[in-house]
């Protein structure tokens, strides 16, 4: 194991929690839906949990919605 490999376990407290690489995949998906007033939590619960433990993830998040609700989400797919 890498020191990386063991930062990230360390940081990666929730079980569900499904890292950043898998985050970002679905981060757009998870933002429209957001960004259309669903609950997208329910949809990607590993998703939600990893965007409570990551900052950098769930700012990306905010910024995602901020910008779907201002241009609407076509353009940024
Ligand atoms: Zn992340």
Redesign the pocket.
């Known amino acids: 194991m890498s020191d990386w490999d063991a930062l990230n376990e360390f940081l990666r407290t929730d079980p569900r929690d499904i890292?950043?690489d898998r985050?970002l995949d679905a981060l757009h998906t998870y933002s429209e839906m957001a960004a259309a007033g669903k609950n997208p939590a329910e949809l990607f619960p590993g998703l939600a949990a990893?965007l409570e433990s990551?900052s950098?993830?769930s700012g990306d998040h905010e910024a995602l919605v901020r910008a779907i609700r201002e241009f609407g989400g076509g353009e940024l797919c």
């Open positions: 890292g950043c985050a990893h990551c950098a993830c």
